[in-house]
């Protein structure tokens, strides 16, 4: 299986700050996903970033507020900006590492304050 | 639009019993996958089966198992012999049998298991 490392873990940010999440696949895939968790909900899709072209993103997210980066086949970072408590959320990565087989990140606990 | 329905909010099970979470799901397409997530309060989202409609064959993963229903748009999962580490959020997912299309989820069943 496919080892998705994100960063960071945790953070408590400050309100109208930015953070920015890092995402590292340790093999080349070509679609990388990012992913929004509420407290106790499910997972909502941000946006597909696919290697040399600009992110796809789903209704209600903006890339104003959530920008993406893919420079390589293994990286990606999704940016939260100006901050607010609503965003407080886990954000995950995920790839697909192999035909139908999709791999998450641990997740990124942000909390806005 | 695809949707992925599941109607248990929470389960819970003995240590060593069995216990089924109920998925159903609606699309017009006919090649697709279904999944099952697991996420433990670690946060991590585990893959622990999948299914690939065109196989009538059920999937099978050591205690777990599927039934699958394509006609009736089912996808339940059954945990076999329940352990203490069973316990966590369950997702199924899906998602068109295409390279690049996201999982879509559904809300998700907690499950606890007593000793």
């Known amino acids: 299986s496919a080892v998705i490392s994100q960063k960071p873990s945790r953070d408590i940010c400050q309100r109208g700050t930015s953070l920015t999440i890092q995402c590292q696949v340790d093999?080349?895939?070509?679609?990388m996903f990012w992913y929004r968790q509420q407290p106790g909900q499910s997972l909502t899709l941000i946006a597909t970033?696919?290697?040399?072209?600009?992110?796809?993103?789903e209704s209600g997210f903006v890339i104003d507020k959530f920008p993406i980066s893919r420079p390589n086949l293994t990286f990606s970072t999704l940016t939260v900006s100006n901050m607010s408590p609503e965003d407080s959320s886990i954000y995950l990565c995920s790839a697909e590492t192999g035909w139908n087989t999709i791999y998450f990140g641990e997740g990124s606990w942000l909390t806005v304050v | 639009a695809q949707t992925v329905t599941q109607s248990q909010p929470e389960m819970s099970v003995q240590e060593a019993e069995t216990v089924t979470l109920s998925c159903t799901y609606d699309t017009s397409e006919s090649d697709y996958y279904l999944f099952w997530y697991k996420q433990p309060p670690s946060r991590q989202m585990i893959l622990v089966i999948r299914?690939?409609?065109?196989?009538?064959q059920n999937a099978t993963e050591n205690r777990f198992s599927v039934n699958f229903q394509k006609a009736a748009k089912s996808f339940s999962l059954k945990i076999s012999d329940s352990q203490l580490g069973d316990a966590a959020m369950y997702f199924c997912a899906y998602r068109i049998n295409q390279a690049g299309t996201a999982l879509i989820f559904g809300k998700g069943t907690t499950l606890s298991v007593s000793s």
């Open positions: 299914q690939e409609a065109y196989k009538q």
């Open positions: 093999s080349q895939v070509t679609m």
């Open positions: 970033a696919n290697q040399g072209s600009e992110a796809t993103y």
